[in-house]
């Protein structure tokens, strides 16, 4: 690996936009706040977690994620270090919101893979390493909590390269490990970070350096570290810069977020490895990062921090270009212009007006409900980017209101709701009151909780006859058409007016299936 921190020559290849995948428990968190804490955003580390448990001014949603400990919002993080500016995207760690995590992944350049290093490869994580696969996001790999008992570094070596077909290369080795941790060494470099407070490692002569019978007083551990560095240097990958760009190789990190190891040779890392803003596919066309017009697109819509106002952050990310305060962008769905006002920067308990953002970046655009999630803004360029995909849901359910004069008021409300992505939502051919799906159980709560705390409209859910949804399309129109007469009591429109197939069971769907080969059944939809 190179010398870290290098300043870079430009401000879209100092960026670094990434986010953090892991099974819960894992040292999520506690790595963000020290990531945060090392490079200078937050004076003191446990913030991010207080700010979690603090009572809330926002809508009483929010209670949802205090009282089951889940963070259920994505939010982005700003700061900026050793020349680097660091865009860290903030996951939902509950598997209910993995939608929500998926588009997330639109939005990031790399990934860093936290493992508890005495559990090894948990299933979550491997979930979320396969949807950075499909984007062929490259992943850094911090192997955490070599504080405590762990498995053998080989043996999670292994595991990893086993299980993720991804082959590792260790860039640091744990100096001891359980109580008698006491730093990592680099093996590259050959230099040595006690506590993570030291910001440049001291460089060693090799793993006999004398500094060592320090580190590792005991005799017994310090032969076991040496033989290990031998090991690992003769047996295992050296680093390779094409290849975890490519994605084929993970750079592995070891260390404690808890206790302070570790942690900086990751962000050293990011900074000199973690690819800057890459190309984004367009229908058409791929829009580089260095092109000089601005464009973007809105992974995340976030709701009523204020419910009085109503008012929604549209997360986008910057694609290419420079974007500035107060310019007009055009919105190119609806064809309208859109003037960005106020965008915003967020940080780790602030957020400030941004005056500029560049490739990579990720800004908040206040607005009151025209940007929707997969809006593409541009300069005037008529194009549209790919993949903030939506899945087909697995739970359906009828919403059933008890007072029928608010019923208008309940179609605006889902509306909102759906166009936030909080649920989806199907407008039935028939007529038939609307059905609102979801991926996860949990966001049926979230929308019930959210449409009585800031539409004062109390609902319950209704089963519905359907258990799987379908978009359709055909290449021959009469064909689609023939289908939807065939099946209008299981046809609806999504919010963007396309047709949705809903079946009562997989196994119905598959008997349809056979019997109308000219029609395309899809679970992931592309939003436009
Ligand atoms: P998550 O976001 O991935 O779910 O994990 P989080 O950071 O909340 O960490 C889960 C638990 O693991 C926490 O303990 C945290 O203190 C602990 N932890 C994180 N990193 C390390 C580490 O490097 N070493 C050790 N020994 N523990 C670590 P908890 O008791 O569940 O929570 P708390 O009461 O300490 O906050």
Same mark, same amino acid.
Not at 76 to 86: A, I, L, N, P, R
Not at 273 to 292: F, I, S, T
Not at 460 to 470: A, H, N, P
Not at 499 to 505: E, G, H, K, M
């Given at each position: 690996?190179?010398?870290?921190?290098?300043?870079?020559?430009d401000?879209?290849?100092a960026?670094?936009?990434?986010?953090?995948i892991?099974h819960p428990?894992a040292?999520?968190t506690?790595?963000t706040e020290?990531?945060?804490?090392?490079?200078?955003?937050?004076?003191?580390?446990?913030?991010?977690?207080?700010?979690?448990?603090?009572?809330s001014?926002?809508?009483d949603?929010?209670?949802?994620?205090?009282?089951?400990?889940?963070?259920?919002?994505?939010?982005v993080?700003?700061?900026?270090?050793?020349?680097h500016v660091?865009?860290?995207?903030?996951?939902?760690g509950?598997e209910?919101?993995?939608?929500d995590t998926y588009?997330?992944?639109?939005?990031?350049?790399?990934?860093?893979?936290?493992?508890?290093?005495?559990?090894?490869?948990e299933?979550?994580?491997?979930?979320?390493?396969?949807?950075?696969r499909?984007r062929?996001?490259?992943i850094v790999t911090?192997v955490n909590?070599?504080? *405590? %008992?762990t498995?053998?570094? =080989? @043996? +999670?070596?292994d595991?990893i $390269?086993k299980? #993720?077909a991804l082959?590792?290369?260790p860039?640091?080795?744990?100096i001891?490990r359980?109580?008698?941790?006491?730093?990592?060494?680099?093996?590259v470099?050959?230099?040595?970070?006690?506590?993570?407070?030291e910001?440049?490692p001291?460089s060693?002569s090799?793993p006999?350096?004398?500094?060592f019978d320090?580190?590792?007083?005991?005799?017994?551990?310090r032969a076991?570290?040496r033989?290990?560095?031998?090991?690992? *240097? %003769?047996?295992?990958?050296? =680093? @390779? +810069?094409?290849?975890?760009? $490519?994605?084929? #190789?993970?750079?592995?990190f070891?260390g404690?977020?808890l206790?302070?190891?570790?942690?900086r040779d990751?962000?050293?890392a990011?900074?000199?490895?973690?690819?800057p803003?890459r190309a984004?596919d367009?229908?058409?066309?791929?829009?580089?990062?260095a092109e000089?017009?601005?464009?973007g697109?809105?992974?995340k819509?976030q709701?009523n921090?204020?419910p009085?106002?109503?008012d929604?952050?549209?997360?986008?990310?910057?694609?290419?270009g420079?974007?500035?305060?107060?310019?007009k962008a055009?919105l190119?769905?609806?064809?309208?212009?859109i003037?960005?006002?106020?965008p915003?920067?967020?940080?780790?308990?602030?957020?400030?007006v941004?005056d500029?953002?560049?490739?990579?970046?990720?800004?908040?655009?206040?607005?009151h409900?025209?940007l929707?999630?997969?809006d593409?803004l541009?300069?005037?360029?008529?194009?549209?980017?790919?993949?903030v995909p939506?899945?087909?849901?697995?739970i359906?359910?009828?919403v059933?209101?008890s007072d029928a004069?608010?019923a208008?008021k309940?179609?605006?409300a889902?509306?909102q709701?759906?166009?936030?992505?909080?649920?989806?939502?199907?407008v039935?051919?028939d007529?038939?009151?609307a059905?609102v799906?979801?991926?996860?159980a949990?966001?049926?709560?979230?929308l019930?909780e959210?449409?009585?705390a800031?539409?004062s409209?109390?609902?319950?859910y209704?089963q519905?006859?359907?258990s799987?949804c379908?978009w359709?399309?055909s290449?021959?129109?009469?064909k689609?058409d023939?289908?939807?007469?065939?099946?209008r009591?299981?046809m609806?429109?999504d919010l963007?007016?396309?047709?949705v197939?809903l079946?009562?069971s997989?196994?119905?769907?598959?008997?349809d299936e056979?019997?109308?080969?000219?029609i395309r059944?899809?679970?992931?939809?592309?939003?436009q």
């Amino acid at each position: 690996m190179t010398d870290a921190a290098r300043p870079a020559a430009d401000p879209v290849s100092a960026r670094r936009t990434f986010a953090i995948i892991s099974h819960p428990d894992a040292g999520k968190t506690t790595l963000t706040e020290k990531l945060l804490l090392f490079g200078g955003a937050i004076q003191l580390a446990g913030e991010v977690k207080a700010k979690r448990n603090r009572v809330s001014t926002r809508s009483d949603w929010m209670a949802i994620e205090k009282s089951r400990g889940i963070s259920v919002v994505t939010s982005v993080m700003t700061f900026e270090y050793g020349g680097h500016v660091f865009n860290l995207l903030d996951t939902p760690g509950h598997e209910d919101f993995s939608e929500d995590t998926y588009r997330t992944l639109t939005a990031v350049d790399s990934a860093v893979m936290v493992i508890d290093a005495a559990k090894g490869i948990e299933a979550r994580t491997r979930k979320l390493f396969e949807v950075c696969r499909l984007r062929d996001i490259p992943i850094v790999t911090f192997v955490n909590k070599m504080d *405590r %008992e762990t498995r053998d570094p =080989f @043996d +999670l070596l292994d595991e990893i $390269e086993k299980t #993720l077909a991804l082959d590792t290369a260790p860039v640091n080795w744990p100096i001891g490990r359980g109580r008698s941790f006491a730093g990592t060494y680099d093996l590259v470099r050959s230099t040595v970070r006690g506590l993570d407070e030291e910001v440049v490692p001291r460089s060693v002569s090799g793993p006999d350096d004398p500094l060592f019978d320090e580190l590792l007083p005991d005799p017994a551990e310090r032969a076991t570290f040496r033989e290990e560095v031998e090991l690992a *240097r %003769e047996g295992l990958n050296a =680093f @390779d +810069l094409a290849a975890f760009r $490519e994605g084929h #190789l993970t750079p592995v990190f070891f260390g404690s977020a808890l206790r302070n190891y570790g942690v900086r040779d990751l962000i050293d890392a990011l900074g000199a490895v973690a690819p800057p803003p890459r190309a984004q596919d367009a229908d058409g066309r791929a829009v580089e990062a260095a092109e000089p017009k601005m464009t973007g697109f809105v992974f995340k819509i976030q709701a009523n921090m204020d419910p009085n106002h109503r008012d929604r952050i549209a997360f986008m990310r910057v694609c290419s270009g420079r974007l500035q305060r107060g310019m007009k962008a055009k919105l190119v769905r609806t064809g309208k212009p859109i003037t960005l006002s106020a965008p915003q920067f967020f940080f780790a308990q602030d957020r400030a007006v941004a005056d500029e953002a560049f490739a990579g970046d990720v800004v908040g655009i206040p607005n009151h409900g025209t940007l929707r999630i997969g809006d593409t803004l541009t300069e005037g360029e008529d194009l549209v980017f790919r993949g903030v995909p939506s899945f087909a849901p697995e739970i359906m359910r009828r919403v059933k209101l008890s007072d029928a004069m608010k019923a208008k008021k309940l179609k605006e409300a889902l509306q909102q709701l759906a166009e936030e992505g909080v649920v989806q939502l199907f407008v039935p051919h028939d007529g038939s009151g609307a059905i609102v799906g979801v991926v996860g159980a949990l966001q049926l709560d979230v929308l019930k909780e959210r449409l009585q705390a800031e539409y004062s409209l109390p609902i319950d859910y209704e089963q519905t006859r359907f258990s799987v949804c379908r978009w359709i399309a055909s290449e021959d129109e009469r064909k689609l058409d023939e289908f939807m007469n065939a099946n209008r009591s299981a046809m609806a429109d999504d919010l963007d007016g396309a047709p949705v197939f809903l079946a009562p069971s997989p196994f119905s769907l598959r008997y349809d299936e056979e019997r109308w080969p000219q029609i395309r059944f899809t679970d992931i939809k592309d939003y436009q």
